[in-house]
């Protein structure tokens, strides 16, 4: 049974008229007539009744009018579903990321995503650094909110940068070098430091001792905090100095605390939207196309740091 030969019975069970039905199917009435008798034929049931004056819908007939009306709608819909999952209109979205380097932009591009496409399931999960990129690799999540240095060993992993930025020196502003013209390097070097747990972030950790064994010296490390928020509480209590992104963390850092910008091209990194190579989600490049245009926004709106001179 054929869908086309549900919809030749439906036109002529509407009309009850075999020459009326083939002139809006534009077949002729003899093809309406074979694939009404082999409807009927696959059915073992007789549909209409039919004389030299009128054709009549048997009981079977009206049964089967009322099913086949439904079997064609639910058809169309699960195609128009299946184009709009095609096309990225409809379907899940799984994203991952890393809380203290997204909350300054992340909760206006959801919004802005939903709203222009209420039918993609958009589901969001909070993952450290080792996570998130075993999430890509292992497909639990489509896209990964990131720091590119982060995807340096994921071979299978491709990623599109959304923002540029800086790596500083993040310093209490009563503290004796905040107040200095230039930051001398090797009284930084004196200083002690205070760094993510490589347990949850190893990318950043081994990232910071490459930018100061670039700039001559090893930091001296005190704390090792497990979240980005109480790093910031330890450098704003004096316990240590930090080397942060600046875009990814000056938003909702504290106003006590001065972010003097590293010179140098190892300096800067860049938050990216990453995804696994194979992964065809055609709700990828929607999201990416809303992210980099909400980025942009904040990101013009932000002075950079001061600079060691």
């Not at 930090?242 to 091209?265: C, D, H, M, Q, V």
Request: glycine share 4%; proline share 6%; charged share 20%.
């Amino acid at each position: 049974m054929e869908t086309r030969q549900l919809e030749i019975f439906v036109c002529v069970a509407e009309r009850l008229n075999f020459t009326e039905a083939a002139k809006h199917l534009y077949l002729t009435q003899s093809a309406v007539s074979l694939q009404i008798a082999d409807l009927e034929k696959q059915l073992g049931v007789k549909l209409f009744k039919r004389n030299s004056h009128s054709v009549q819908l048997t009981e079977a007939g009206q049964v089967f009018l009322k099913e086949a009306k439904s079997l064609i709608a639910t058809l169309e819909e699960a195609i128009k579903k299946t184009r709009h999952t095609a096309s990225g209109f409809a379907g899940t979205l799984k994203v991952g990321f890393l809380e203290s380097h997204t909350k300054h932009f992340l909760p206006k591009l959801v919004k802005d995503f939903r709203k222009s496409y209420p039918k993609i399931k958009l589901m969001l999960i909070q993952l450290n650094w080792g996570d998130l990129n075993m999430a890509l690799e292992h497909n639990d999540i489509d896209i990964g909110l990131t720091m590119s240095v982060s995807l340096q060993n994921a071979p299978h992993v491709v990623w599109q940068p959304l923002l540029r930025d800086v790596e500083c020196f993040v310093i209490p502003y009563d503290h004796p070098l905040a107040n200095q013209p230039e930051l001398d390097l090797a009284a930084v070097a004196k200083e002690p430091f205070i760094v993510l747990n490589r347990e949850v972030a190893p990318c950043p950790y081994d990232f910071t001792f490459q930018l100061c064994a670039n700039r001559g010296f090893t930091p001296r490390i005190v704390e090792r905090p497990y979240l980005t928020e109480i790093l910031l509480t330890f450098v704003e209590s004096g316990e240590g100095i930090a080397i942060l992104p600046y875009f990814a963390t000056k938003p909702y850092a504290s106003p006590n605390l001065r972010f003097i910008k590293l010179e140098g091209e190892d300096a800067q990194v860049d938050l990216v939207a990453s995804w696994k190579k194979v992964n065809r989600n055609p709700a990828i490049p929607l999201f990416l196309n809303k992210a980099k245009k909400n980025i942009q926004i904040i990101q013009n709106g932000m002075i950079f740091p001061c600079t060691t001179e």
